[in-house]
């Protein structure tokens, strides 16, 4: 099967190539810097600069790509690189897609749960609809509506609403182990909000597995069973590391110091993946302790 990604070389795509080539598949990955595919992704995955030299035929279409949302605050010009990231991003490739002759069956593309915006204490299932208009999640619907006009080429569309990737090589778990590392780790504002997390391994195992379903089109929430508040991840966090986790991040020194992206940290989703576990997929890791316990060794 020959997949084209974007985002290949960021952390879920950089785990996907080397899935994917011990799976035989061919990949492709479009990238600013294609120059360094081979050496992030593999050897035999190769990078093109534009889409005019993706080899033809592709069979699968893997949309990732978007410039991380949580790394600073956001300014207009913060907001317009997010925006463009990926909305934009999904349009060029769809104009690409639409002068192709010979089309990808299946464009897997990129969201989160952030498109439901804070869900409180609501339990939210991909039959959930938004419920707080934030930036997030005005993102989030933008990037999902955007892919699904795929549909009207005749190419099967599914979202990935994916929740909070836990790795050792980066993503979100990397920005809070120095704060636990030295003994200042703790819940962020009332520890009470949602945190919807997923292992780096069961996020490449449900992709695979929505890539082989014949039938699977739409969103999929990309998280495990089991959310759990921000104040037992702390704690959680905390005994698998060893060390202390009391020390709270108060919510006003949160607003202060990143104004409208402290809304990310401070809000959740209690986001369940009602539609994998009804297609049959099975999460290795369904606990928080045995997933952080995983990763625990590298971190």
């Known amino acids: 099967m020959h997949i084209l990604l974007t985002g290949g070389t960021g952390l879920i795509g950089r785990q996907l190539c080397q899935y994917w080539l011990t799976q035989g598949h061919r990949l492709t990955v479009w990238s600013r810097r294609p120059e360094q ?101 005005q993102l989030c619907i933008a990037w999902e509506e955007t892919a699904q006009r795929a549909e009207a080429l005749g190419i099967r569309v599914v979202l990935l609403r994916t929740g909070l990737v836990l790795a050792a090589e980066g993503g979100f778990l990397s920005r809070l182990l120095l704060p636990f590392k030295l003994a200042l780790g703790g819940p962020i504002g009332n520890g009470r909000q949602w945190m919807p997390w997923v292992h780096i391994k069961d996020q490449i195992a449900l992709i695979d597995f929505l890539l082989h379903q014949s039938d699977a089109s739409g969103p999929y929430n990309a998280c495990a069973p089991h959310p759990v508040r921000n104040r ?49 997929f099975t999460f290795q890791f369904t606990e928080l302790h045995a997933a952080l316990d995983d990763l625990s060794s590298r971190l």
């Open 37 to 137: 595919v081979a050496k992030l992704c593999g050897a035999q995955v190769q990078g093109v600069a534009r889409l005019e030299e993706v080899p033809a035929p592709v069979d699968v279409v893997v949309n990732l790509a978007g410039a991380p949302i949580a790394d600073r605050p956001w300014t207009h010009k913060r907001k317009a690189l997010l925006w463009s990231s990926r909305i934009s991003l999904t349009e060029t490739l769809l104009a690409w897609l639409e002068s192709l002759e010979q089309k990808p069956a299946l464009l897997i593309s990129g969201s989160a749960v952030g498109w439901y915006g804070d869900g409180g204490e609501r339990e939210l299932t991909e039959d959930s609809g938004p419920v707080l208009d934030d930036f997030p999640s």
């Open 232 to 280: 037992e991840f702390a704690k959680t966090l905390g005994q698998v590391l060893h060390r202390p986790a009391f020390m709270p991040m108060p919510a006003f020194a949160l607003r202060l110091g990143l104004g409208e992206l402290s809304g990310l940290l401070l809000g959740g989703q209690k986001a369940v993946p009602e539609r994998l576990l009804a297609a049959g």
